[in-house]
């Protein structure tokens, strides 16, 4: 039937031609339902398909503004004259200007317009038939009714159906494949949703898979990557959040103005488009990062960018493990409302007060929440003494010594083996400065078997050795594969530069990071330039890179002891967060952390034993 109506209700008609109250609710309007009793604001006009269509929420009534007509108004009469009165009630209704203005920029926007609308109904249509699609809808508190206000849809992967869709269209395949062009980039499920700009002009379709990969989201048509989602004309003051459903939640709970930057770095080009349609003030919700301090700094730029624009600005960071979809379901939209509401607006001083806030809230909340007899940091089950005196290893830069100088790398390797068995959760990066990788593997597996290194390098006559050896060998071999453990040789561009990229990359898919440095002495520095002695620039070096990670760092690295004081290089001594002082005296092993940061000076003072095997290291 739709299609019967498309002269008329896909391209002339508007909600508000049809003579009944209408509210505004989100980018959508919402009016009582006809028909069903008792009649309640259920029944929901949408565009986003490109034409307006009719849902009701409720009883499940649905179709384009010619059978809304049909169905309200001629109910009584035969299906040829209920047409014939419904047509002639479109035609005595000329376009509004709206429409008018639509149907300009459709045009403007051509034969790409014409296919991603086509992709659009077709997996519009299909998601009405998908199990899959339900399921997934359901466990995000969505039905596929409400999901279908906004256009979303289903597609398998399989392209050829749509092709043969388009062909019933008048599409030619070529002119798919030219507009879609990433259509077949990848052939697993997804949800579809498309983007349009302020006019209502479909300018791209997103794709999310069923699952919580990683990287979930992709567009099927290259286009314009900061026009905000779900971006919507003359809205004062625009709500801008990070993901696709915290923008839908948030519309179908009648929150007006709110939109999406689908996960990017906030530009100025996103505020730039919200005031040519009519911002005059911008609300940012974010997501707390585990980095307060980067997410901080890049607030205040987001801040200087609004400035530049004459816009005002407030931003929220909402509480960890919060999002706008969560918040709205748990409690409603009145009190995110009421949230912005209170919220001041912001400017340098007050961002800096309001962070503060909250991280002082955070922080307390952090430790009352955290029983008395709970670890904070990471394990360490071969040094239970020390993990209880520092409660556990936490966020901090460590620096490692030893006398003789190599029981450092054996401490460092005993260290390493301990976090990976015992803290599932953890990924640990094992950076090699001093030694060849494959020198790390083969001590790690003495370490696991109680070999020596020189045994696990060739074939045993005892066959149960070997089988020692090669079950070691594949619980490493999983962790690496398991993305828990990696060790990293330098090549002849690594410096610290470098390191601080790749270990940002690392820590956005591992929020558990926790990195081993082996070699401090001879990491290559390429900043810093204005600080002449090398140890003053290595160790500004590694507060640059703790400060920008907050994770655990281990630095294994030279010291001197001189009457029963650790000596130079200064730098390490003042700037680490611990000291740990490894010593051989008498045949036995002791060690010291040292920490004026902690609140004291000796930390930490115990024997330890080394096996005479493999030389792992632990508390006596």
Not at 99 to 122: C, P
Not at 467 to 484: C, F, P
Request: a negative charge.
């Amino acid at each position: 039937m739709d299609s019967e109506h498309t002269p008329f209700s896909h391209k002339k008609t508007h909600p508000r031609q049809l003579g009944i109250a209408l509210d505004r609710w989100g980018r959508n309007l919402v009016t009582c339902c006809p028909f069903h009793a008792p009649e309640e604001s259920s029944l929901f006009f949408y565009d986003a398909l490109g034409y307006w269509r009719y849902r009701c929420l409720q009883c499940g009534n649905e179709g384009d503004l010619m059978e809304f007509i049909i169905r309200s108004r001629f109910n009584g009469l035969d299906e040829a004259s209920a047409k014939e009165e419904a047509a002639e009630f479109f035609g005595s209704s000329s376009a509004n200007a709206e429409d008018k203005e639509l149907q300009k920029w459709k045009q403007l926007g051509g034969e790409k317009v014409k296919i991603l609308e086509a992709f659009v109904s077709y997996c519009y249509w299909a998601a009405a038939k998908s199990e899959t699609t339900a399921e997934f809808l359901e466990s995000r508190g969505w039905t596929v009714g409400q999901a279908q206000l906004y256009g979303i849809g289903y597609y398998s992967g399989d392209p050829e159906p749509f092709y043969s869709y388009c062909m019933l269209q008048g599409i030619e395949r070529h002119q798919v494949t030219f507009y879609l062009d990433n259509l077949e980039l990848s052939r697993e499920p997804r949800l579809t949703i498309p983007a349009r700009n302020a006019k209502g002009v479909i300018h791209s379709v997103y794709g999310r898979t069923l699952d919580d990969s990683p990287n979930p989201y992709m567009s099927f048509a290259s286009g314009p990557a900061t026009i905000p989602f779900n971006i919507q004309s003359d809205i004062e003051r625009p709500i801008i959040v990070e993901g696709f459903f915290d923008a839908l939640t948030a519309d179908l709970a009648g929150i007006p103005g709110v939109c999406s930057i689908l996960y990017q770095e906030l530009a100025e080009s996103h505020l730039y488009k919200l005031k040519a349609c009519g911002a005059e003030s911008v609300t940012l919700l974010l997501r707390r990062e585990d980095n307060r301090r980067a997410q901080e700094f890049r607030v205040q730029r987001y801040l200087k960018m609004a400035e530049n624009l004459g816009l005002r600005m407030k931003s929220i960071v909402l509480p960890r493990n919060e999002t706008v979809d969560k918040i709205i379901r748990k409690n409603d939209a009145d009190q995110l409302l009421e949230l912005i509401r209170r919220t001041e607006e912001d400017t340098v001083h007050s961002h800096r007060r309001s962070m503060l806030l909250q991280d002082i809230k955070e922080n307390f909340d952090t430790a009352m929440n955290c029983p008395s007899n709970e670890s904070v940091g990471y394990a360490l089950h071969s040094f239970p003494k020390l993990t209880e005196t520092l409660d556990g290893i936490q966020s901090g830069c460590y620096f490692v010594s030893s006398q003789p100088y190599a029981y450092k790398s054996q401490l460092l390797s005993s260290f390493a083996l301990d976090f990976l068995e015992n803290n599932p959760n953890l990924k640990l990066i094992y950076i090699a400065l001093e030694t060849p990788r494959r020198q790390v593997f083969d001590r790690l597996v003495a370490m696991k078997t109680g070999l020596s290194v020189l045994e696990t390098r060739k074939q045993n006559e005892s066959d149960e050795i070997n089988q020692a050896i090669l079950k070691a060998t594949k619980e490493l071999i999983a962790d690496v594969k398991n993305n828990r453990f990696e060790i990293w040789e330098d090549d002849p561009t690594f410096d610290n530069q470098e390191l601080l990229t790749i270990l940002k990359d690392e820590q956005k898919s591992n929020a558990n990071l926790l990195v081993i440095l082996d070699g401090i002495d001879h990491l290559k520095i390429s900043d810093h330039k204005d600080i002449t002695d090398i140890h003053e620039r290595r160790a500004s070096a590694m507060l640059d890179l703790y400060k920008a990670l907050d994770i655990p760092i281990f630095l294994g690295g030279d010291l001197l002891e001189q009457d029963g004081n650790l000596v130079g290089p200064r730098p390490y001594l003042r700037d680490a967060d611990a000291i740990y002082w490894l010593e051989a005296k008498g045949g036995n092993i002791f060690l010291t952390v040292n920490s004026k940061r902690l609140g004291k000076n000796h930390v930490f003072e115990g024997s330890l034993i080394a096996d005479p095997n493999s030389s792992r290291i632990k508390e006596e």
